[in-house]
């Protein structure tokens, strides 16, 4: 539905280039939520923004729905635009119009007739969950409430695609939840292609199909969601994933855990599961066989893309052989273990 070929953008500032894009490949597939990660400045923005031509690319080619929309004209691309929704971050509502006429904006635009304007607005405020709001000021709405405004208004010409431009970054965690379940919901109703950026890994794992990870404007790895958690390949991808699981190591360990082996001390290991080592139960398995005992300090266990992933924070207990043996074990086991030290 979505691709983009060889896409590079270079921005001239004080006389100096930006590379902020470098020739970036990508494909959406139809009926697809696929998300694009990336760090502050790592060229998202830009991406995103090139997809509907609101930046120019320097150069390559960007094709919606089979059409090569980088050879329209001004004109053509006006009402190729209409089929491409988009949300913002920060709504972007026009304050002086309810929100009625917010979400009855584009389609006024285009001279619908006012009967059909009534009948779609009522719709669209239906599908978001607004029916009792639309006579509201966007000033007397949450943020999760104006963003559900601003996806309405972004569906009122039934676009094929819909782009999102870091979304839900301003909301709290719980609206961002909500959020991101309607664009889910919308996404399956309407077979809407979904587009999306963001600098959390918590969302892409939450709704995306696909994933892809920008760095310094080039994408530099692309899978489906739970491949990308199992088997992460760039460092950028290995810090998102770990941002997601947060591991505490308590403040009694803290204070004992010493860099350097001693004798009577044991390895405090933070061990990392993704795919089949989840299931497994290796730890059990070594601790039978090189006769060890685990002693399990907190763990955490989660899905993303019907993939099971995890951490845990660990103390091995038994002779130094046989500790050295079982972290082999492990290790040959597909577990990523680090010794954070001696306890
Ligand atoms: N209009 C512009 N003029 C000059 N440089 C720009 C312009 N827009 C973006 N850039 C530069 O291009 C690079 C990519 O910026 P972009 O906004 O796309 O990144 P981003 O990943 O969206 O970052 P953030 O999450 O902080 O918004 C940055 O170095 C930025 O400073």
Redesign the pocket.
Known sequence: MIKLENISKT?M?NKQP?Y?LKDINLHVPAGQIFGVI?K????????IRCVNLLEKPTSGKVIIDNQYITELSNSQLIHIRRKIGMIFQHFNLLSSRTVFENIALPLEFDNVQKKTIKSKVNELLKLVGLEDKANVYPSNLSGGQKQRVAIARALANDPKVLLCD?ATSALDPETTRSILELLKNINKKLGLTILL?T?EMDVVKQICDQVAVISQ?ELVEQSTVGEMFSHPKSDVAKQFIQSTLHLHIPEDYLQKLSTTYQDNLHPLLRLEFTGLSVDAPFLSQAAKEFNIDNNIISAQMDYAGGIKFGIMLTEIIGNPVDTKNAIKFLQDNNITVEVLGYV
């Open positions: 921005f500032h930006i902020a990336g502050s400045g790592a060229g998202k923005s830009t991406l870091e950026i600098h404007g």
